[in-house]
Structures are given as C-alpha cells and as structure tokens.
C-alpha cells in the first residue's frame, strides 16, 4: 500500500512538471506536493530552477567598436616632437589619427554614443587636456556618429542607426596651450568610448596614446640667415706682408630667443668644408691671389670647422647669453695677406650653424 502511494505520487509530480508552462504558475503546486512527500524535495527543487533560467534570452542587436578588446592597441606619436620658435597659443605640433571601426546590426532601440577624456582639462579650456610637459595639451577628436566628420572630446549623442560597417576615426593633437619647456611625453590622457542602448549590450573601449616621445624646444631663432659682407677697395700696400690684415668691416647674426639662452657659434668654409685654419678660402670666381678673409670677434679671430652635419661636432665659439626677444651677435671681416699678391677680385663663402642651451 505504501508503494502504490509513492508511485502515485510521482506520477502525479510528473504529469504538474509536463503539463506546466515552466512558469511560476505551477511551483506552488510542486511545492505543496514535495512538502507532503518528503524525499524528492531537493530533485524537484533544481529542475524548477533549470527551467526558470533556461528562460533568459540575449540580445541579437549589437554594436561593436574594434578589437574584442577593452583597451584598445595605443595611438603611436613621433617619438621626437620639435617646438617652433615662439610657438602661438593653439599651434598644433602633432596630429595623428586612426581608424577603429564601428559594426552594428539594425537597432530597434536608439543608440546612446559617450566620449570622455581621463584626466583634467587645461584651465580655461573645455575640450584640451592636460599632460605632464608644461606649455602642451591634448585634444581628441572622434567621428560624428557613422561616417560623420570629426566632433571634438568631450561629446554625447543619441540617434538611431541602421546597420553599418563604417570607420570610427578618433584624432589625437597635441596643442601648444602656453610657453613649452620641453621633456618626455610621460603623461597623456585616454578617451573612453561608449554605446549603450536597451536593444543591445553596452560596449565601453579605452583609447590610450603611446607615452615617451621626447619634445625638444627650439629657444632661438636665426633672423638673418644670408648675410652680404662688402669689404673695401684695398692695394697692394694695404697689406705688407703675411698675416697683414685691412678692411675691418663689421656685420652681425640676428637671433630671437624664446627664452634665455647660451649661443654657440660655429663656422665653416663652404668652399673648402675641411678647413680649420682661421682663413676663409677664396671662392673659385676669385682671380686675386695671395689673400683670403677672417671673421672676427672683438680680438678673437674665429677659427673654421666641419659643419654640423658633417659629423655632428664642429668647433664652436660661445656667442653669449641671450635673452628673450631679439639679440645680435657682432662679428668683423677683413682681409688676410696669406702669400704673394696677384691684383684682381676675391669672394669667400663661409656658412655658420648656431646651436643653443
């Protein structure tokens, strides 16, 4: 009699577990029927928790940006960044951008778009950000919806999309924001992207620039960068004997600084680049013989030397200390006696690097 009644039991369990709508319309009927029975509670128990979750759907609509990833492969600088003489407030020195890609299925529900910047912006600006050179900010630029044109970061939009494969551009400028002193790109802030919607599952991806690009800060200028020297008639009497000099006649390099700043002076014989006396070689078109040129510096008479670019060493002569604005550099040419003369023209040609600290 006891298994006739089990067995009933269960059949009973059976035919409320098929007959259902695996809802919780019938888990109060098992329920009460377990309590009486006793033994099947924990066998029940799970197929009821199975049958509920197996209820869960995911959502087919989608929208994707790039890589799986959430981090995605960081936007590459130059790895060396020259600032111009006095650059203006808002001169770019460095744009870059790249292309992410965006993938979406038809979306039956609108599409919240989200991008910020991870860090603080430069004060009085609300859309350049802050990185740890002084003078240079950061500004991001990211594609307006699908296929749009760049809109600046910080930004947010709502829209409805249609199924896409499109490019999402995202542009990164580095922004000159007061006086650059220079250094290593250590610390640049990420943007964030986001889409969300109630149809699809949001999506956040980080965008991180490459740090370490070295900013070199260009302190001077050179203002006159050719420099016509027109020295006097002279005669044969003019210069007696070797070494003799005449025709002192003074010129100057103009420089403008950013800022103060050690000049250093180099110059070189274009005509005769191995020259490291302290005679500037005559120029072929010369038909005098037995005279050359010197530069001079008050008393000192400048030696020449390989040019920078040569082998990047070159003798140098320490000019002074600049300051901010406009400077000049003095300097004197004149005739050297350097053997017998011969009457007729002599042209020289020298060039000068100028190098700063």
């Avoid at 995911?58 to 799986?68: F, I």
């Amino acid at each position: 009699m006891k298994d006739m009644h089990r067995r009933n039991f269960i059949e009973n369990i059976e035919m409320i577990y098929l007959g259902g709508d695996r809802y919780g319309c019938h888990a109060g009927l098992v329920m009460r029927s377990l309590a009486a029975a006793g033994k099947a509670v924990s066998v029940m128990i799970i197929l009821i928790v199975a049958t509920l979750s197996s209820a869960t759907v995911a959502h087919a609509e989608y929208v994707r940006l790039a890589s799986g990833q959430p981090v995605l492969s960081a936007i590459m600088l130059s790895p060396n960044i020259a600032v111009p003489n006095d650059p203006a407030v808002g001169t770019v020195l460095q744009s870059v951008s790249v292309n992410r890609g965006v993938y979406a299925s038809t979306t039956s529900c609108p599409i919240n778009e989200s991008v910020i910047v991870n860090g603080p912006a430069v004060p009085d600006y609300s859309n350049i950000f802050l990185t740890n050179v002084p003078g240079l900010g950061v500004r991001y630029s990211v594609t307006n919806r699908w296929g749009g044109g760049y809109t600046s970061v910080p930004y947010s939009d709502t829209f409805n999309a249609y199924s896409n494969t499109s490019g999402y551009f995202v542009k990164v400028e580095l922004v000159v924001v007061g006086p650059v002193t220079g250094g290593t790109l250590e610390t640049i802030p990420s943007i964030s992207v986001t889409f969300s919607g109630t149809c699809f599952d949001t999506i956040t991806k980080i965008q991180p620039v490459q740090a370490g690009s070295i900013v070199t800060v260009n302190t001077c200028s050179v203002i006159t960068t050719a420099i016509p020297v027109a020295l006097p008639h002279a005669v044969m009497a003019s210069l007696p004997s070797v070494g003799s000099t005449f025709g002192d006649t003074h010129f100057s390099i103009g420089i403008k600084c950013a800022a103060a700043a050690n000049a250093y002076l180099a110059l070189s014989d274009a005509v005769n680049p191995g020259n490291t006396s302290t005679v500037l070689s005559p120029s072929p078109e010369s038909t005098a013989e037995g005279v050359g040129f010197q530069i001079s510096s008050g008393p000192t008479v400048l030696a020449f030397g390989p040019d920078f670019a040569a082998n990047g060493q070159a003798q140098t002569w320490f000019a002074g200390r600049m300051t901010a604005g406009a400077n000049t550099i003095p300097l004197t040419a004149s005739y050297v006696r350097t053997g017998p003369i011969n009457n007729g023209i002599v042209k020289g040609l020298a060039t000068f690097t100028m190098s700063y600290e």
